[in-house]
């Protein structure tokens, strides 16, 4: 199966600075079909980008998905309070579909 | 707007079967054109995807569970489940059930997830 690894495992800033979420496969990914989900504590998954770089209906401009193959990125710009939490890569182009591990942006 | 609900027992014993249900609100899962799906956390790990099924009745699981779980559907009541059979203490986790574009992903809304811990 297709393991990602994220890094940074947690990524410390400031409101109004720049995350930049690194997703890498172990192998390339079919059609680039990575997905990016937010996790809240307390509340249900919200799925942010599929295709590797759409944005779901709803999710700010700030938040930019970007990558191919192996190497895929997300990038937060201008934090805002609420965009502090664990982010997930997802890729759903082999079976089984896979997660990686998450990467934590903390104020 | 779509919403979905886990509910089920919180505590399951060794070897016992968990039996998960996800009542879809907000639209209907037959005729839909979309998948839906389980998936889960345990504690400390990724998250996982368990299995899903197409509308049309298709089913789809993860290689590491088909032997143990069954997804099925409920039309009449909107509502689909999981079971998952001879669970331990590694199938401890938060479990989610979520509506998929595709088989095994991308996953969007999901539920706010249950916690279901296996332990006498």
């Known amino acids: 199966e297709v393991v990602l690894t994220q890094s940074p495992g947690t990524l410390s800033l400031s409101p109004g600075e720049r995350a930049t979420l690194s997703c890498r496969a172990s192998q390339s990914i079919t059609n680039n079909f990575l997905a990016w989900y937010q996790m809240r504590p307390g509340q249900a998954p919200s799925l942010l980008i599929s295709g590797a770089s759409t944005r779901a209906a709803g999710v700010p401009a700030r938040f930019t998905g970007r990558g191919s193959g192996t190497d895929f990125t997300l990038t937060i710009n201008r934090l805002e309070p609420e965009d502090f939490a664990l982010y997930y890569c997802q890729q759903y182009g082999s079976s089984p579909g896979t997660f990686g591990q998450g990467t934590k942006v903390e104020i | 707007q779509l919403q979905l609900q886990e509910s089920g027992p919180n505590l399951v014993q060794p070897s016992e079967t968990l039996s998960l249900t996800c009542t879809v609100s907000?639209?209907?899962?037959?005729?839909?054109?979309?998948?839906w799906g389980w998936l889960r956390q345990p504690p400390g790990k990724p998250l996982e995807w368990i299995a899903s099924?197409?509308?049309?009745?298709?089913?789809y699981y993860s290689p590491s569970l088909r032997s143990r779980a069954n997804i099925y559907l409920d039309s009449f009541q909107n509502e689909f489940s999981l079971t998952l059979r001879s669970v331990s203490a590694a199938d401890t986790a938060v479990y989610y059930c979520?509506?998929?574009?595709?088989?095994?992903?991308?996953?969007?809304?999901w539920g706010q997830g249950t916690l279901v811990t296996v332990s006498s």
């Open positions: 907000g639209g209907y899962i037959s005729n839909s054109g979309f998948y």
């Open positions: 979520a509506r998929g574009y595709y088989a095994e992903g991308w996953f969007g809304p």
């Open positions: 099924f197409y509308y049309t009745g298709n089913t």
